[in-house]
């Protein structure tokens, strides 16, 4: 008997994923660090990187179960390296992700200005 695949039932709308990261700290902080990453990273190196940028202590097995959420909700693709066989972390190629991507853009742009108004 042939395996059944597995469909995913939920659609989870982009708009509604966008704000959601947004909205929380913790999450457009750790959406901001792989997406300026110019190589797949790791959730011990995003740990790390989100102990500096937050002041608070996240275990990799805490920044893990968020990346597997942001996987399923299509923020984030996971890529396993062949040579230390590590699950490392890389932007996925999807609406929310350019929706993310333009959001930060954004961001930067109006903190630029901001630098330059206060010079």
Do not use: C
């Not at 790791?42 to 990799?60: K, T, V, W």
């Amino acid at each position: 008997m042939a395996k059944k695949k597995k469909v995913r039932r939920v659609q989870y709308f982009p708009e509604m994923v966008v704000s959601k990261v947004l909205s929380n700290d913790f999450l457009r902080s750790l959406v901001y660090l792989v997406y300026t990453s110019k190589v797949p990273v790791g959730a011990g190196e995003l740990a790390r990187q989100l102990n500096q940028l937050l002041g608070r202590d996240y275990s990799p097995g805490y920044v893990s179960v968020y990346l597997k959420r942001l996987e399923k909700w299509g923020v984030v693709r996971p890529y396993k390296d062949p040579v230390s066989g590590h699950l490392l972390w890389w932007p996925a190629d999807s609406r929310v992700a350019e929706m993310l991507k333009e959001e930060f853009s954004r961001y930067e742009v109006k903190k630029i200005l901001q630098s330059v108004e206060e010079m």
